[in-house]
């Protein structure tokens, strides 16, 4: 079983392949046949050329954009941006590090009420020999 390379044509020889087809008394298989290509990517070239002549073969696999599609690719990167800086800020456990405490400094400020917990978890009212979940 053999590996076959994707040949690459530029944007001239799409062009070129395609005005050779237009001439009178030149079918596409004709013109395929004598530049060693399918017939298909003729056509499909063709189609390109004739949907957005200006837009026709960028180049690179890259798709030719026209500013007002630019404009809207940018926007939706920005928007699925500030989505996921919004999901970040409103997970649980995170949103009291931006709920406005006061900061110590060189440390994150910790969650409200914490600061009078011990060890354990517990507040410190409880009594030595007491646990939150005795009676």
Do not use: H
């Amino acid at each position: 079983m053999s590996v076959q390379n994707r040949r690459k044509y530029d944007s001239d020889f799409k062009r070129n392949a395609v005005q050779l087809t237009e001439e009178p008394g030149r079918t596409v298989r004709e013109v395929a046949e004598n530049l060693g290509i399918n017939s298909d990517l003729i056509y499909r070239w063709r189609r390109q050329q004739r949907d957005n002549p200006d837009l026709a073969f960028p180049g690179n696999g890259k798709m030719a954009l026209t500013q007002d599609q630019k404009r809207i690719r940018e926007l939706e990167k920005r928007l699925k941006d500030t989505a996921m800086e919004r999901d970040i800020l409103l997970r649980p456990g995170k949103v009291a590090y931006f709920s406005g405490c006061e900061a110590r400094p060189g440390r994150a400020s910790p969650p409200p009420g914490s600061e009078s917990l011990d060890r354990r978890g517990q507040p410190p009212w409880l009594s030595l020999g007491q646990r939150a979940d005795r009676p």
